[in-house]
Nanobody, 126 residues
Framework: QVQLVESGGGLVQAGGSVRLSCTVS????????MGWFRQAPGKERDFVAH????????YYEDSVKGRFTISRDNAKNTVYLQMNSLKPEDTAVYYC???????????????????WGQGTQVTVSS
């Protein structure tokens, strides 16, 4: 059984930083593409970033480019999302996701991912 457990969310002021973590069990992490999505109240779940199995390819949604960084530590079965220069519009529940597909160029749709975490709330106050 594959499990993804997120941590690191919370309340932060605008301009501040937060690092989210997601630890994966039940699957060979080093053969898994990882992604982050977010869902604001009343909105659909949107793509934020993804990273391939070896960290060789990362991709970001336009509004977070230059502010967010996705990374992974395969020895710890963990993927991270470092979020800097946070804005109130970044407020959302952030979800970690894992994909069986290892090769390709983009994983930006929810349907590209097979396993999901329970989500962690990030609230950015103005």
């Amino acid at each position: 059984q594959v499990q993804l457990v997120e941590s690191g969310g919370g309340l932060v002021q605008a301009g501040g930083s937060v690092r989210l973590s997601c630890t994966v069990s039940g699957r060979t992490f080093s053969r898994t593409t990882m992604g982050w999505f977010r869902q604001a109240p009343g909105k659909e779940r949107d793509f934020v970033a993804h990273i391939t199995w070896n960290g060789g390819l990362t991709y970001y949604e336009d509004s977070v480019k230059g502010r967010f960084t996705i990374s992974r530590d395969n020895a710890k079965n963990t993927v991270y999302l470092q979020m800097n220069s946070l804005k109130p519009e970044d407020t959302a529940v952030y979800y970690c996701a894992a994909a069986r597909r290892m090769y390709g160029s983009r994983w930006t749709s929810s349907s590209d991912f097979d396993f999901w975490g329970q989500g962690t709330q990030v609230t950015v106050s103005s």
